[in-house]
């Protein structure tokens, strides 16, 4: 399986929010509601933000959210926050798991 | 405390072995389908393995396919990743983490341990 496309990179000024797109096929991001997407501060492991397309596991703040359209997912920042400035990375059950390419968010 | 804490990382030579270990504690591990997921230096991110909570179903990536064994001692908490035939492009920092089944998402990351494979 090939790597879900993200934009390299992101910006926004604190309070503004940022999308994230993560563009798979009608095979993984378009054909199960396993859409994840994980964040990555330097030197750390990856965090669970949002599972299931859109949920938010407990803890991380509601400035996170998910959605789908056909074979994109997106992952939406609100209200940013310096310590939103992260690696994002996307994945999607397809039978196995393939992650997206991954998106630097700069807080401006 | 949720924890799971890799072992094992190292600097190899193309064609060796490793044997990454990866200790859990907190939770029930028993209980869940583990995984190891791997990211080279400056690159993304890249699944490698999957084992089911009992070990009977195991998957791998194409690219670690008959040189990479996964398995798990629940007796132990423990998770390992048996590497052979190693090659420059398995350099890596290798993480264990928690899939959770019920929505296909890894939910609980180790620290990570880095995997060097250079003559």
């Known amino acids: 399986q090939s790597a879900l496309t993200q934009p390299p990179s992101a910006s926004g000024s604190p309070g503004q929010s940022v999308t994230i797109s993560c563009t798979g096929t009608?095979?993984?991001?378009?054909?199960?509601?396993?859409v994840s997407w994980y964040q990555q501060h330097p030197g750390e492991a990856p965090k669970l933000m949002i599972y299931e397309v859109s949920k938010r596991p407990s803890g991380v703040p509601d400035r996170f959210s998910g959605s789908k359209s056909g074979n994109t997912a997106s992952l939406t920042v609100s209200g940013l926050q310096a310590e939103d400035e992260a690696d994002y990375y996307c994945?999607?059950?397809?039978?196995?798991?393939?992650f997206g390419t991954g998106t630097k968010v700069t807080v401006l | 405390q949720v924890q799971l804490v890799e072992s094992g990382g190292g600097l190899v030579k193309p064609g060796g072995s490793l044997r990454l270990s990866c200790a859990a504690s907190g939770f029930s591990f028993s209980d869940y389908y583990m995984s190891w997921i791997r990211q080279a230096p400056g690159k993304g991110l890249e699944w490698v393995s999957y084992?089911?909570?009992?070990?009977?179903?195991?998957y791998y990536a194409d690219s670690v396919k008959g040189r990479f064994t996964i398995s798990r001692d629940n007796a132990k908490n423990s998770l390992y990743l048996q590497m052979n035939s190693l090659r420059a492009e398995d350099t890596a920092v290798y993480y264990c983490a928690s899939l959770n089944s019920n929505y296909a998402a890894f939910d609980i990351w180790g620290q990570g341990t880095m995997v060097t494979v250079s003559s």
């Open positions: 994945s999607s059950y397809a039978g196995s798991t393939v």
């Open positions: 084992i089911s909570s009992s070990g009977s179903n195991i």
């Open positions: 009608s095979s993984d991001v378009g054909g199960y509601n396993y």
